[in-house]
Each structure stands twice: as structure tokens, then as C-alpha cells.
């Protein structure tokens, strides 16, 4: 059984940086892409980047480019997300996911199927 | 960025109720479509994929449907445990984008 365990609440000051964890187990970890989704108060789901715990390669969301580092280390079957410049709107909590990948007639179908609990993180002077 | 509706944004129902929610795309995202399913201080669990497939383990009395802009999440006989908030997302694109929610309540 796959599960991911991500670190706990965060409280910020705005401008700062925060880095969450994510932490794979029951599978092998460097088989995956680890995706970060956040949701605000009263907003939507909002895609944030990926990563390919493979091979390192990411890719970040436009609107948070230059804000985002996605990073993993396979020792430790462990993602990580750093956000910078923290300001009030960055408060939400955080989730990373597994990506599924479906091969079918179709075609090939991605989607999030194991999901973390979620970090909360609060930026507030 | 591929821009998701989804509509409504919230639904009143009774168990055994048969309930659709509807998701549209700013634009063309082939059958490129997931829903999931999210419960108050829960993750999100991912219910179907390619627009009509459900996930593994996930009841049959979910089931979706649409193709292109306009899709269907459709619940059959609603079950208690189905009270949640239901979000579309489109997987044809980075970013990937999500559906405002709908949240469906016990009438």
C-alpha cells in the first residue's frame, strides 16, 4: 500500500520561505513524477509543478516560476517544495500527490491517485 | 491556461438521488479529464480518469461522460458517504487546472 506523509503546519512571516516534505513509502519512488497542489481558503484545487523522482526533472506552473523549487532526494524516497517571498495569499494548504499514469486505447491519462494529508501553512506578520 | 467550470457550485440531494455535475473547458481537451473527490479536512481522492474510467476501487455508481469542452460527473443512487466536494481537472495541459468545486449536501 502506497502512502505519502508530508511534514507539519508551517506558520510564516510574509517574505519568507518555507520548505515541506513529502515522504513516499510502499512503492519504488524513483518510478514516480510527485506533483504539489494547493488549496486556498475558499479557492480552488491549483496545480504548483511536478517532479520525476527519477531523474529530477521538473516543471513549475508559470504563475509561481521563480517562486517554486521542486526537489527530491531518493535516499530518502523524500519530494520537497520550496516556496519563496511568502505573502498572505500563499496561505493554504499544501498536498503532494502521485501521479498514475493509464495506458489505454485510448491513450495514455495521467491523474493524482495517492494523495498526502496535506500541510498547512500560514503566512501572517 | 485551459480554463475549468463547473457547475453548480453547490447541490442539495437526497440519498438514492441520481445527481450530474457538469465541468466545461475554455477549450478543446479531447477526453483529457479527471474528477475527484475531496471531504472536508481530507485529501482529494482521484475518482475517474479519461473522462469515463473509473479508478480502481471507486463504486460504479460514479460514472462520467463528455468529450472535447463539455463533461459529466454523474452519481447514480447517492450514498451517504458521498456528501463531498467534487472538483473536475484537466490533465491535457500544464498547468493543470481544477474546477472551482461543487459541493453536494444532504438535503
Known amino acids: 500500500q502506497v502512502q505519502v506523509v508530508q511534514s507539519g503546519a508551517e506558520v510564516k512571516k510574509p517574505g519568507s520561505s518555507v520548505r515541506l516534505s513529502c515522504k513516499a513509502s510502499g512503492s519504488t519512488f524513483t518510478s514516480y513524477t510527485m506533483h504539489w497542489v494547493r488549496r486556498a481558503p475558499g479557492q480552488r484545487l491549483e496545480w504548483m509543478g511536478w517532479i520525476n523522482a527519477g531523474n529530477g526533472d521538473t516543471k513549475y506552473s508559470q504563475k509561481f516560476q521563480g517562486r517554486v523549487t521542486i526537489t527530491r532526494d531518493t535516499s530518502a524516497s523524500t519530494a520537497y517544495m520550496e516556496l519563496s517571498s511568502l505573502r498572505s495569499e500563499d496561505t493554504a494548504v499544501y498536498y503532494c500527490a502521485r501521479e498514475v499514469l493509464v495506458v489505454s486505447k485510448r491513450g495514455y491519462y495521467y491523474g493524482m491517485d495517492v494523495w498526502g494529508q496535506g500541510t498547512t501553512v500560514t503566512v501572517s506578520s | 491556461d485551459i480554463q475549468m467550470t463547473q457547475s453548480p457550485s453547490s447541490l442539495s440531494a437526497s440519498v438514492g438521488d441520481r445527481v450530474t455535475i457538469t465541468c466545461r473547458a475554455s477549450q478543446s481537451i479531447n477526453n483529457y479529464l479527471n474528477w475527484y473527490q475531496q471531504k472536508p479536512g481530507k485529501a482529494p481522492k482521484f475518482l475517474i480518469y479519461a473522462a469515463s474510467s473509473l479508478q480502481s476501487g471507486v463504486p460504479s455508481r460514479f460514472s462520467g461522460s463528455g468529450s472535447g469542452t463539455d463533461f459529466t460527473l454523474t452519481i447514480s443512487s447517492l450514498q451517504p458517504e458521498d456528501f463531498a466536494t467534487y472538483y473536475c481537472?484537466?490533465?491535457?495541459?500544464?498547468?493543470?487546472?481544477f474546477g472551482q468545486g461543487t459541493k453536494l449536501e444532504i438535503k
Open positions: 481537472q484537466q490533465s491535457y495541459s500544464t498547468p493543470y487546472t
